[in-house]
């Protein structure tokens, strides 16, 4: 099965710019997930989508990041306007299910950098 | 939430078993304990999944002792192609919104 695909691979902006990453999903999976990864530490969850309704965004900065899942499949992520602490590695995951023994399926991730 | 503690990394060479334990002590009784698997660049790759006592796949097994305060990822003979970070998650069967990711083990394997 094809995996998760995230693009762009790589963004380099300047703070206070806006940026969007995009995820596409393994067909057929309900559960869609943005994390955060910053350097040296493991992925912090930013947003779980069930279809297209958000479950848990609670870790998500609201007044400056974004995202969306149009019709429970593609999802968006934005940052507007971005600052030096965004720079990490967004992953997008999905999984079959909001079950934790329903693995999750990581993209490659977008690794930005903010100047 | 039950926290994790494992160890930031391990050095082992090419062949060898690799143990990686993974410390819970307030894991409540409805958790599982999930390892996942990072290589540089890419995201996590989940590895196994446990409740109690062991289970075993075709990558690696995974020990947890009756009181479940603690478990063992088991990677037998070790390849240069198994360094990666290793991250031992728990949680509740009702949604991955409760799993946290912490820092994980680095595992190093030299020839």
């Known amino acids: 099965e094809a995996g998760v695909a995230q693009s762009p691979r790589y963004k380099i902006i300047e703070k206070r710019q806006s940026v969007a990453f995009w995820c596409n999903p393994i067909s057929g999976h309900a559960t869609l997930y943005w994390y955060q990864q910053i350097l040296g530490q493991g992925p912090k969850l930013l947003i779980q989508?069930?279809?297209?309704?958000?479950?848990?965004d609670s870790q998500l900065p609201k007044d400056r990041f974004s995202a969306e899942r149009l019709k429970g499949v593609d999802s968006t992520l934005k940052i507007q306007p971005a600052k030096l602490e965004d720079s990490a590695v967004y992953l997008c995951?999905?999984?079959?299910?909001?079950?934790?023994?329903?693995?999750?399926?990581f993209g490659n991730g977008t690794r930005l950098t903010v100047t | 939430l039950a926290k994790t503690t494992q160890p930031i990394s391990m050095d082992s060479y090419e062949g060898q078993e690799v143990n990686i334990t993974c410390s819970h002590n307030?894991?409540?009784?409805?958790?599982?304990i999930t390892w996942y698997q990072q290589f540089p660049s890419q995201g996590p790759r989940f590895i196994i999944q446990g409740y109690k006592t062991k289970v075993t796949n075709e990558v690696a097994s995974l020990f947890i002792p009756a009181d479940r305060k603690s478990s063992t990822l088991s990677l037998p003979r070790v390849s240069l192609s198994d360094t990666a970070v290793y991250y031992c998650l728990v949680g509740e069967l009702k949604g991955y919104s409760t799993l946290t990711f912490g820092k994980g083990t680095m595992l190093l394997v030299s020839p």
């Open positions: 995951a999905s999984s079959l299910e909001a079950q934790i023994n329903s693995p999750l399926h």
């Open positions: 307030n894991i409540a009784t409805n958790d599982y």
């Open positions: 989508f069930q279809n297209n309704g958000v479950v848990d």
